[in-house]
């Protein structure tokens, strides 16, 4: 009888690195994600950078992905963090397939998260550029190819954020 390797579950990919009531850091199968809820903050993004960095080591020669999401209650980082965020860009951007930034809300607010997306793209002068979509699913399917087979596609990244997204919830309801 032929044996099929187990297909991983989400639980099995997700790996919670930080959370509080406004931040989530995670690393799920080839992507490291970061859920901003709340304001950000310099110790969440220098964070950030450190996760990244181990995670990419981790990984050795495959490919890995960052995914930031952005709800919409997250007022824009300060400048001192922003400079930290455009460093972390910067940094993790060379071992990088896709720098991926999910902006929540409505128009006004993905206008606005662009913006700071844009004078982070020229403060980290990074050679791979931050991307910006319209939601979840669209982020999902361009990162589809390059996670692992186990990974379970769209869907199992989908099913990763709606993970993170309950463990912010018990740890501080809405």
Avoid at 80 to 103: D, N, S, Y
Avoid at 106 to 122: E, F, K, N, Q, T
């Amino acid at each position: 009888m032929a044996r099929y390797p187990r297909k991983a579950k989400v639980s099995d990919l997700l790996t919670v690195h930080n959370i509080d009531q406004g931040y989530c850091l995670a690393t799920w199968d080839r992507v490291l994600i970061q859920l901003w809820r709340g304001p950000a903050t310099l110790h969440a993004a220098e964070q950030w950078l450190e996760a990244g960095e181990a995670f990419l080591r981790q990984s050795g020669n495959q490919p890995c992905c960052s995914l930031s999401i952005v709800e919409s209650r997250s007022p824009p980082p300060t400048e001192k963090v922003r400079l930290a965020m455009a460093a972390g860009f910067r940094g993790l951007a060379p071992r990088m397939r896709h720098q991926i930034v999910v902006a929540e809300g409505s128009v006004i607010r993905s206008a606005l998260v662009r913006g700071v997306g844009l004078a982070l793209s020229s403060m980290s002068s990074s050679s791979l550029p931050l991307e910006y979509v319209a939601s979840l699913d669209d982020a999902a399917v361009t990162l589809a190819p390059h996670l692992s087979p186990a990974a379970g596609g769209p869907e199992g990244l989908k099913s990763a954020v709606s993970n993170l997204r309950s463990q912010v919830d018990r740890y501080s309801p809405r």
